[in-house]
């Protein structure tokens, strides 16, 4: 009975109209550098007072699965992060499309994103109200040693070398810790400069770094144009279809079940968690797959698989974000934060009791259908952004770089009008042009300034409370991620053991 | 002879435009109102209901930018240094009167036109509902029991309910580093790590513990109210327990120095209207909204809330200055601590690098040589392209503000495409056609406004 009544409120023509709208706006504030989901969820808040309270719901549901996806539209085309979640796998994107199979990257990454959206989805239907009781262990110890998780996921995996790596999220810490931290009354490093207390915002420099340095690099080699060949130049795959796009995702699928199933676990889980979101599950979740995979020399030159398990995890923990924010009230990312004030404003009020009240369960099963449909309506719209996106191919570079150089600048100004963040962009264009030229990667500074201040928080709120380090393991769940973190960082010194007693082995057998 | 009619045809229209920037038909332009904290916390959902009451009763776009970090100096100086026109409304909160005390910004209550506060939030404390304390003399004897042992948090160290809470230890008479203050970014993540288990107690304001209080989680020894709050009839305040201490957050909206009188007013009356409730839109006002998420929807007008500002800063400053406070700004890890111990890791990893590759370029000399003879012939057509293009942005800061996005960006985008080798044609047609899509792309679908220059555009 109640079903029937949530089929009929999403399957009205308000409600899937609603959708397709957000689907399209949503495509576009994605594919723009500087543009996240929270601002599109943001500016619609205000539309959502004159919408059901269903169709608000599948606004904001349809605009954060579109955004999140369509940020994989530059990453692949022009190695720009449209989102910062995409930054995790930039590398593999834009490998593929520098040989010639852009569309291929994309539709990986369009229908693994619907895998883990409607993965996401699953676990939110199924067990939203038990993982909700997981969330709310999450002390400062625990999420000391998530942070700390994320943040070597990304050395680990980056480039060739992990010193390199190392260095380079080093260095997106040290950049975090500009300005006023939380927990210090004491502004560091702002020489002065009261827009620096604030410290740098990871999305200009995410613009910078990725955006502003590619414009520069293709600014350089336009200047070479006799020498080296434009990247416009490689062959364009032609043959993209629905039925190509459908058959590859299920051969995929097929070929790789429980590595899918990982990464939308791994995704779900960690967007649930307040405050950990699409961009660790991203990282997380490449890194366990680049662990584990046959072919780890692929991954950073255009692997498919890293790409797909990636985008599972950043668009399954969509949906992970919605299992605290429903079932307690909590949100999950900012995102579903303005969720629960609209939420509110329309009278519905979060919490367990919304799985109680017989009136809240045709909202419930609404909010499940809406994450559907959204979903499915994403292939779509996600294949119609493949299709048009394709054109910026056929643009000259000499035209497109000015044209992206504007987009940079003003998505960087997007975020709080600051002209603050567009000298930024400039400043770290330029560190990235030459951590490029000597070949450190570039994600690891990213996620190291998205998350060192909080890792940095952490730290000194576990030992404003007890300043012994043991009391970093005195809980059970931070004793089980402080053990994961440990393993991984001394795997390297592990695998490089057995290697080094399976030869001696090998040796003394031939000898 | 085509090139000159063009530039007379543009000056033309720049004089047409600029004539209608000196009538006053004020607003005619979108509104932006600068809010310091983050999405969808409390001071946002008032911006935001404001910035739609003000739409619908100015009727132009008024949109909320969320200019967040420095626990709130960015958002406050952003707003208050803003160009006087009117055009930028400044949200501003509680921390305005204590940043300046911390030595965080110059800024103060007088660099800014107050319009109207809207809210005034107590605050109080908070501990689970299995908590051992059933009054505020328990937790006093408690912490007097065992000095330095229970653990709180609400804010930033520093952070208003930081002050609150050491206020209210003072005078319990307590010293102010008795209860260890563990920083967080805010309520939320505050009150979350209280029902993790992960401290004892919660210094935070109502509206913000309210749905853990509705549903029974929480309960609240004391609130450091003037008198009972309606909506939380239960819950003492400080002055019913003997302890005479009372700290309100407050939120209001103002307008940088200088704005002009005329706009002041009708800036004033709009919101007076909008607080008072008079603006209805679908059976919503903006009382209403306060009420129903548990916001104090107490409100001044401009002089009232200039008169309460100055009243608010003084006895802030001296709880600021005071003895007790000095102590607190020193916590247990000092402020360089953790950045002298990455530095020191990322030293030891930089030489371990700079050996390593010293070896492998001695390995493999031959590759770098040759790749770079290579590259050499054009060095210096690349290197006057990344110039140009680095340039593109400097002149973009520099002249941003002064001449505007329309001008500004349609000139450097014309001239690099120009210089990498577009034809000028075709360069002033994809100017022509590209600056004025941005604009109207970010200015009216995504709502974010570009910089203006003098002509407003």
């Given amino acids: ?511 | 002879m085509s090139l000159r009619r063009f530039f007379w045809g543009v000056l033309v229209l720049l004089a047409s435009i600029a004539g209608c920037e000196t009538q006053e038909n004020f607003p005619h332009r979108p509104i932006t109102l600068v809010c310091p904290w983050s999405p969808g916390g409390g001071t946002d959902q008032v911006s935001r209901k404001m910035a739609f009451f003000l739409e619908t009763e100015l009727g132009v776009p008024c949109t909320v930018i969320n200019a967040t970090g420095g626990q709130g100096v960015t958002g406050h100086r952003r707003g208050m240094m803003a160009r006087p026109d009117g055009y930028t409304i400044a949200v501003i909160t509680f921390e305005l009167n204590t940043l300046h005390h911390q030595n965080l910004t110059t800024l103060t209550y007088e660099d800014m036109i107050p319009l109207v506060s809207v809210n005034e939030d107590a605050a109080a404390i908070w501990v689970p509902v299995d908590s051992p304390w059933e009054t505020l003399d328990d937790l006093v004897a408690d912490i007097q029991s065992r000095p330095g042992e229970l653990t709180a948090s609400g804010t930033a160290t520093g952070g208003a309910w930081h002050l609150a809470f050491a206020g209210w230890l003072q005078s319990a008479g307590i010293e102010t580093d008795a209860v260890k203050w563990i920083p967080k970014g805010g309520a939320d993540p505050s009150i979350q790590e209280l029902m993790s288990g992960g401290i004892d107690l919660v210094c935070c304001s109502l509206p913000e513990a309210k749905l853990y209080y509705d549903r029974g989680e929480l309960r609240s020894l004391g609130v450091m109210a003037e008198e009972t709050v309606p909506g939380f009839e239960d819950i003492p305040t400080m002055r019913e327990q003997n302890y005479d201490w009372v700290l309100v957050g407050w939120r209001g909206f103002a307008v940088p120095l200088g704005t002009p009188e005329k706009r002041v007013r009708i800036l004033r009356e709009v919101m007076q209207k909008i607080v008072k409730g008079e603006v209805v839109v679908d059976g919503d006002s903006f009382p209403e909204f306060m009420h129903q998420r548990g916001f104090n929807n107490r409100w001044r007008e401009s002089e009232d809330f200039r008169a309460f500002l100055a009243r608010n800063d003084e006895a802030l400053g001296d709880l600021l200055h005071s003895k007790a406070f000095a102590s607190l700004a020193e916590g247990a890890v000092g402020p360089y601590d953790f950045p002298i111990l990455l530095g020191g890791v990322m030293i030891c990893l930089v030489v371990v690098q700079m050996v390593v590759s010293h070896r492998q370029t001695r390995e493999t000399p031959q590759d770098n040589v040759a790749l770079d003879s290579s590259v050499e012939k054009n060095h210096f057509d690349s290197i006057i392209n990344v110039g140009c293009g680095i340039a593109m942005v400097l002149l973009y800061l520099a002249f941003a503000e002064t001449v505007g996005y329309v001008i500004l960006v349609s000139v450097l985008l014309f001239l690099f495409l120009v210089r990498l080798g577009t034809r000028w044609v075709s360069a002033v047609a994809m100017t022509v056609f590209i600056v004025p899509f941005v604009y109207s792309l970010f200015s009216t679908v995504l709502r974010v406004p570009l910089p203006r220059g003098w002509l407003g555009w």
């Avoid at chain 1, 130049?233 to 990982?262: A, C, G, H, K, N």
């Fill in chain 1, 1 to 511: 009975m109640e079903l029937q009544a949530a089929f009929l409120a999403v399957f009205s023509v308000e409600t899937l109209l609603t959708i397709l709208l957000c689907g399209l706006f949503g495509l576009f504030v994605g594919s723009i550098p500087g543009l996240t989901a929270t601002m599109a969820v943001a500016l619609i808040v205000p539309v959502t007072f004159y919408l059901s309270d269903v169709s608000a719901i599948a606004a904001i549901v349809t605009l954060t699965a579109v955004c999140i996806f369509s940020g994989d539209i530059p990453t692949t085309l022009l190695r720009i992060p449209g989102t910062p979640s995409s930054a995790a796998y930039v590398d593999d994107a834009y490998a593929l499309r520098q040989k010639g199979r852009y569309a291929n990257a994309l539709s990986t990454s369009l229908m693994f994103s619907v895998t883990g959206g409607l993965f996401g989805t699953l676990i939110l239907f199924l067990c939203a109200p038990q993982l909700a009781v997981l969330a709310r262990q999450f002390g400062t110890y625990e999420y000391f040693w998530l942070y700390a998780l994320g943040l070597s996921c990304a050395a680990m995996v980056s480039g060739e070398s992990r010193l390199k790596g190392a260095i380079a999220l080093l260095l997106g810490i040290l950049f975090s810790l500009v300005g006023l931290s939380e927990v210090h009354s004491e502004p560091r490093f702002t020489f002065g400069s009261e827009e620096l207390i604030s410290g740098i915002h990871f999305i200009p420099a995410l613009i910078g770094l990725f955006g502003v340095s590619e414009v520069l690099r293709g600014l350089w080699s336009v200047g070479q144009s006799t020498t080296a060949p434009s990247i416009n130049d490689t062959p364009v795959q032609t043959d993209f279809s629905v039925v190509r796009l459908l058959s590859e995702w299920y051969s995929m699928l097929v070929r790789r079940p429980w590595q899918t199933i990982r990464s939308c676990s791994l995704g779900t889980v960690i967007g649930m968690i307040p405050g950990a979101g699409a961009d660790i599950a991203a990282w997380i979740s490449y890194t366990f797959s680049k662990r584990f995979s046959n072919t780890p020399e692929d991954y950073g030159s255009g692997s498919e698989e890293g790409l797909a398990d990636a985008s599972a995890a950043n668009n399954s923990s969509l949906a992970g974000a919605w299992i605290p924010a429903l079932v307690l009230g909590i949100p999950g990312d900012s995102v579903t934060a303005i969720l629960i004030g609209v939420l509110m404003m329309k009278n519905i009020n979060p919490g367990p009791d919304i799985f109680t009240q017989p009136e809240q369960v045709t909202l419930i099963y609404s909010i499940y259908l809406s994450f559907i449909v959204a979903n499915l309506v994403l292939i779509p719209i996600g294949y119609f952004g493949i299709r048009t996106s394709g054109l910026i191919l056929k643009v000259p570079q000499r035209v497109l770089l000015p044209v992206i150089l504007l987009f940079c600048i003003v998505g960087s100004y997007a975020i709080s009008s600051s002209l603050f963040d567009v000298a930024l962009i400039l400043l770290f264009g330029i560190l990235g042009f030459f951590l490029e030229r000597y070949q450190f990667p570039l994600g690891p500074v990213v996620l190291g300034l998205l998350l060192g201040a909080d890792l940095e928080a952490t730290f000194v709120q576990n030992l404003t409370k007890d300043r012994s380090l043991g009391a970093f393991f005195s809980r059970p769940l931070a004793a089980a991620l402080g053990i994961i973190c440990l393993l991984i960082w001394m795997a390297p010194a592990i695998s490089a053991g057995v290697r080094k007693v399976r030869q001696t082995s090998s040796r003394n057998k031939s000898a």
